[in-house]
């Protein structure tokens, strides 16, 4: 078993959530700094650099997140470790769909849509070769849908 497979099934446990979300974003900063974003997740799982613009305070904000690629688009999922409300990032998208990702270094400026419907069965899928405890995740949120949006790029 690799170590990307061993922390994959880690990440159906119970106590890997709480634990990974106090862990996991202050690594991930200081990486993506001394990196200048060419690496997230310690390079673990495709991971992405995204920067909203806050539904109030019109500020840049700023979140390293998993991703899924189809074809020229990024499939990210408000997952939130599965706790019970939706990401900050998913509800500024919603307000404002323009936003920046970093990937592998590159600044790449995208537009958001919510994948729904049939689609978001299909997308769904890819997410889940790229972390398999989204399943986990959304059955602990039971009380809402976790978003799942296509960042596709803006020329």
Do not use: C
Request: overall charge positive.
């Amino acid at each position: 078993m690799s170590f990307v497979s061993f922390v994959q099934r880690l990440g159906h446990q119970r106590w890997f959530s709480p634990l990974a979300r106090r862990v996991v974003p202050p690594i991930d900063r200081l990486v993506i700094r001394v990196t200048k974003g060419r690496v997230v997740a310690l390079g673990l799982i495709p991971s992405l650099v995204l920067t909203t613009t806050g539904r109030r305070s019109g500020q840049p904000r700023t979140a390293p997140i998993s991703y899924a690629p189809d074809g020229d688009s990024f499939v990210v999922i408000g997952s939130n470790w599965g706790q019970h409300d939706h990401p900050g990032w998913s509800a500024n998208l919603l307000a404002h769909p323009e936003a920046t990702i970093v990937v592998r270094g590159e600044r790449i400026p995208v537009r958001a849509t919510l994948v729904e419907g049939p689609e978001r069965d299909r997308v769904w899928a890819l997410l889940l070769r790229v972390w398999p405890a989204y399943v986990t995740y959304e059955r602990r949120a039971s009380n809402r849908h976790l978003r799942i949006f296509r960042l596709d790029r803006v020329s």
